[in-house]
């Protein structure tokens, strides 16, 4: 039996990667014991999980120590591999955003400081704008950066708006959308085919028996 080894973000994806595996008969109970363990085993032995942080499941199936990756597109876009995207999930939706205190202009500015965890995304957005840019990299709660003056804008995710909202900010510019998406090595689709191809295809099955519902 061919074993996939399946990198899963940790957070916000988490609780809705392992239901929409439940759906499909996939046991990942032990995922949801609670332990200092790293690596876990399907009780069949089909699927060995690891559960890290978002923006290192696209460096362990570059690497091919996992097969398989959930992840979202922000993490994907920023960490920019060379990854095939099979499926996208449909869960986890949300907006990457310019968020700032509208009504003061912020990206009228002639330097304008954009606080951010997606450097990468964000040198992209601003590099073609006419102002001068400094990226500040933050590793959460970016929000702080305009409310206590780090930054003009921010760059980051969007999902309720809520804490935005709770923060004063607003939407500025909305630079693209995002869900959760299902990776794979480009090694692994080919060597492991017969394993993974039967699990994409019922992944895919299954988000569209849940899209036709409209779940
Ligand atoms: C994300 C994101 C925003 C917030 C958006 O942070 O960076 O802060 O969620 O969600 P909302 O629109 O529903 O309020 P996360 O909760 O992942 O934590 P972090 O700030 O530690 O990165």
Redesign the pocket.
């Known amino acids: 039996m061919t074993q996939i080894t399946i990198a899963m973000a940790k957070?916000?994806l988490a609780e809705q990667t392992m239901e929409l595996m439940e759906a499909l008969g996939i046991d990942v109970s032990p995922l949801k014991e609670k332990s200092r363990k790293l690596v876990f085993e399907s009780g069949d032995g089909r699927f060995r999980y690891i559960m890290v942080k978002p923006s290192d499941v696209p460096t362990y199936v570059d690497h091919g120590v996992a097969d398989v990756g959930i992840v979202g597109k922000d993490t994907l876009m920023e960490e920019n591999r060379p990854l095939y995207e099979m499926l996208d999930l449909g869960f986890g939706k949300c907006r990457i955003c310019v968020c700032g205190y509208a009504e003061q202009e912020p990206l009228k500015k002639a330097h304008i400081r954009v606080a951010t965890?997606y450097t990468g995304i964000a040198g992209q957005v601003f590099a073609t704008r006419g102002s001068s840019i400094e990226i500040i990299k933050l590793n959460?709660?970016?929000?702080l950066g305009p409310v206590i003056g780090l930054s003009d804008v921010i760059l980051?995710?969007?999902?309720?708006?809520?804490?935005?909202r709770a923060n004063g900010l607003s939407v500025i510019e909305e630079i693209c959308t995002c869900s959760a998406r299902l990776v794979v090595n480009r090694v692994s689709l080919k060597t492991k085919e017969t394993a993974i191809r039967p699990f994409i295809d019922g992944m895919r099955r299954e988000v569209e028996r849940r899209k036709e519902q409209g779940l």
Do not use: Y
């Open positions: 957070g916000r965890k959460g709660s970016v929000e980051d995710i969007v999902e309720s708006g809520a804490t935005l």
